[in-house]
T-cell receptor
């Protein structure tokens, strides 16, 4: 699976959009980009995933560059409850589907 | 809808004692199952995964073992716990087709 690079930490003001970048320059054509988050003392929570096109759901938007070498997770109106570690993972769908979590980005939403 | 149950929520065990953590999934069949561990202040480490009954793959050599006696049951065990086995243990499942994982609430294990 392709390696991902994320900033260690980011701050965001409450009510503003949080833009979390992820670099995956070695991504293969059949690898998806998945985003998860882990709130303190809880299990990770799936947020969104995509292959080529931008995706949006009730939680967030995922913007994937045309060359697919990087992506951005957008939380449109961050709240204090969005404070968490956000993980970007690239993965080929397959029989195992095992997810290897890196260090992620600690997003701190400030009041 | 699918749910995942993991218990107990917290556990304090002495060094050298055995361990058995159980995870069950409801509402789906033939899932892939996973055990992760998170040491204090550290990242998530994949310990074991299973694609079917009796099929276990180990990611990291350690003092732990896993078993899958039934399709939707995944058990993490140890014969003799070490202090370094302390951590937050999480069970998860995915379908065969996509890497969208659903996690249990976790077990916080403290070995004393």
């Amino acid at each position: 699976d392709a390696k991902t690079t994320q900033p260690t930490s980011m701050d965001c003001a409450e009510g503003r959009a949080a833009n979390l970048p992820c670099n995956h320059s070695t991504i293969s054509g059949n690898e998806y980009v998945y985003w998860y988050r882990q709130i303190h003392s809880q299990g990770p929570q799936y947020i969104i995933h995509g292959l080529k096109n931008n995706e949006t759901n009730e939680m967030a938007s995922l913007i994937i560059t045309e060359d697919r070498k990087s992506s951005t997770l957008i939380l449109p109106h961050a709240t204090l409850r969005d404070t968490a570690v956000y993980y970007c993972i690239v993965r080929v769908g397959g029989a195992t589907n095992k997810l290897i979590f890196g260090t992620g980005t600690l997003l701190a939403v400030q009041p | 809808s699918q749910t995942i149950h993991q218990w107990p929520a917290t556990l304090v065990q002495p060094v050298g004692s055995p361990l058995s953590l159980e995870c069950t999934v409801e509402g789906t069949s033939n899932p892939n199952l996973y055990w992760y561990r998170q040491a204090a202040g550290r990242g998530l480490q994949l310990l074991f995964y299973s694609v079917g009954i009796g099929q276990i793959s180990s990611e990291v050599p350690q003092n732990l073992s896993a078993s899958r006696p039934q399709d939707r049951q995944f058990i993490l065990s140890s014969k003799k716990l070490l202090l370094s086995d302390s951590g937050f243990y999480l069970c998860a499942w995915t379908t065969k087709r996509q890497a969208i994982a659903f996690f249990g609430q976790g077990t916080r294990l403290t070995v004393v």
